[in-house]
């Protein structure tokens, strides 16, 4: 009697395909073996891992999520295992970049801007000339605040 390879247990090629759903492509020539002891799953552990090929949300390049960067996610950071990124590395990258641009921004502005010495305001027009170059969706109160500093500064 021959018995199922439930959900590619033996074999990576039997794996179903909604594992890698939303994929242009897998490479099951790259094909890990996990510990599926160390992941967080829900209804069904990932027996392995290959390398699967998406396309970014935010830039639209193809990126590869390889094998070995999905068994990091999964089995040392805890991931579920569902759990896939939706931006290439160049654009993670930068999102983290400006969400820590951002967190700069909030944490100094309403002292700066309500009573902040020449440097300090210098810095945080950087800061946010900084914001506009990682493209981040800027609300309209951050774009006054830079014409208010450019204007003080202008001064000076």
């Known amino acids: 009697m021959i018995q199922d ?48 090929h998406f396309r970014c949300t935010r830039c639209q390049a193809e990126y590869c999520f390889a094998a070995h960067e999905q068994r990091t996610w999964f089995e040392d950071y805890g991931f579920w295992v569902d759990a896939f990124p939706k931006h290439c590395p160049a654009c993670r990258k930068a999102l983290r970049q400006l969400k820590t641009t951002r967190q700069a921004y909030d944490a100094t502005v309403t002292g700066v801007m309500r009573d902040g010495n020449l440097p300090a305001k210098r810095e945080l027009a950087t800061i946010i000339d900084l914001l506009y170059e990682l493209g981040g969706d800027l609300p309209p109160r951050i774009h006054e605040n830079r014409r208010i500093l450019a204007k003080q500064l202008a001064e000076h």
């Open 5 to 52: 390879d439930y959900f590619g247990q033996s074999n990576p090629s039997n794996m179903p395909e909604h594992f890698f759903w939303g994929a242009l492509r897998l490479d099951l020539a790259t094909a890990v073996r996990a510990d599926i002891e160390r992941q967080n799953y829900g209804m069904c552990p990932r027996y392995w891992y290959v390398d699967a």
